[in-house]
């Protein structure tokens, strides 16, 4: 029997907690049903899109089955709702989930939802904060009861993209997930793909032809697409010519063979480059961030804008990949109150450390240093700035 994932996140997300959740929010049911209903399938379609990469249907596999997950947060949402610090445990759980989920689209899928929904974007990362656990632990639940492999995940992710294609999302949350249209997604890998596990690597999806099934069919006769040959005749030759042939075979093979070898070391070097450069282009997969990096703040202001979100979910996917302990620094000027200079400093500083946070860097990779004072000529930009650097 096909699952249908959206139709059960439906049944998790009804009425009930559609009033719970609108209340907490201080938004209209009519507006939150809304954020949920696009909120979902936006997940479900970045996750569908990234299980057709081998090396994306093996991450999501390492998150589904990782200790952050909860199979049994269904039967636990109604006393999440109800209890304050249920609920911030959650949804700090939640927003890191939304990192490996999202990467560096976090922020712009939260600004496209929130104009698609007509919520404030507080209110749409919330929801989402709320609904990636959810999601994620109904497909632990399939995982464990199925005893599905990483290739097993994938497949039923990619079962989904009809179901997906019904349903529809608008393109400001296709494009802020980072393709076209709902038919990119579907048209985007063969329905059925199954992806294989071996010991060496999480996974290695391989598409699944029409010559290929799950199951061999006992009733299924074998049939060759081109006769065998028959054997040709023995025939007398001289000795002479078979060795002349010999030797040419030989020179041909060690010819080739020296080409072959020129050929794959050029392929590989290139290969690397066009990933390097593709993978750059697409931002599916980031080069180090270069560090240090700079936010940027408004007079008088800590938030942080979409804009610099991406950069820090930048910095931070790329600080877990090469285990780099970060070391983050406000700046202010001495003109007016220093101590009120001071203090915006830190708050803008801790601002930032909690978006790392949330982008899935621990705690304890985050050092904080003492806000410090511009000198110089500077503009006054570079004196509302936090400064991202690698710990020496």
């Known amino acids: 029997m096909k ?28 507006g939150t049903r809304a954020g949920v209903r696009s909120g979902v399938p936006a997940l479900l379609a970045s996750l569908v899109r990234d299980s057709a990469d ?18 049994g947060i269904e039967g636990k949402l109604g ?28 922020g712009g899928l939260t600004h496209a939802l929130s104009q698609v929904a007509g919520i404030r974007p507080s209110s749409a990362t919330t929801l989402l904060a709320i609904a990636a656990p959810l999601l994620l632990g109904f497909l632990k639940k399939q995982v464990t009861q199925g005893r599905l492999d990483a290739g097993g995940l994938a497949s039923l992710l990619l079962s989904q993209r009809s179901v997906l294609q019904k349903v529809g999302l608008d393109e400001r949350i296709t494009s802020a997930l980072g393709f076209g249209s709902m038919d990119t997604l579907v048209g985007s890998a063969p329905e059925g793909t199954h992806a294989r596990v071996s010991e060496s690597e999480a996974v290695r999806p391989e598409p699944m032809t029409g010559n290929t099934r799950p199951h061999a069919d006992p009733a299924a006769k074998s049939t060759r697409a081109y006769p065998e040959p028959p054997p040709e005749p023995v025939r007398r030759r001289s ?12 020179l041909g093979l060690a ?12 392929r590989t070097t290139t290969a690397a480059a066009t990933s390097e450069d593709r993978t750059t282009e697409t931002g599916t997969r980031l080069r180090v961030a270069s560090l240090p990096a ?6 008088g202001e800590a938030d942080i804008d979409n804009a610099d979100r991406q950069t820090l979910a930048e910095v931070a996917r790329s600080a877990r990949a090469s285990g780099t302990p970060l070391v983050v620094t406000g700046y202010t000027d001495q003109t007016g109150d220093a101590q009120q200079n001071l203090e915006l400093a830190k708050s803008r500083a801790d601002a930032v450390r909690e978006a790392l946070v ?24 570079e004196a509302r700035r936090v400064e991202i650097a690698a710990a020496e």
């Open 358 to 381: 949330q982008e899935g860097l621990s705690e304890s990779s985050i050092q904080m240093k003492e806000p410090e004072f511009v000198t110089g000529s500077g503009s006054p930009d």
């Open 239 to 250: 000795m002479l010519p078979w060795a002349i042939g010999l030797a040419v075979a030989v």
């Open 79 to 106: 006393n999440i709702l109800g209890s304050r610090g249920s609920l911030e445990s959650t949804l700090s759980t939640g927003e890191s989930l939304l990192g490996s989920v999202l990467g560096n689209r976090t």
């Open 294 to 299: 700079q936010v940027y703040f408004q007079p």
């Open 3 to 30: 699952i249908d994932i959206l139709d059960s996140m439906s049944s998790m997300l009804g009425g009930s907690f559609i009033r719970q959740a609108s209340t907490l929010l201080g938004e209209t049911e009519e």
């Open 255 to 266: 010819f080739l063979l020296n080409r072959s070898m020129q050929n794959r070391d050029t």
């Open 54 to 71: 081998p090396a994306g249907a093996a991450e999501i596999y390492r998150t589904v089955t990782g200790n952050a997950v909860d199979p």
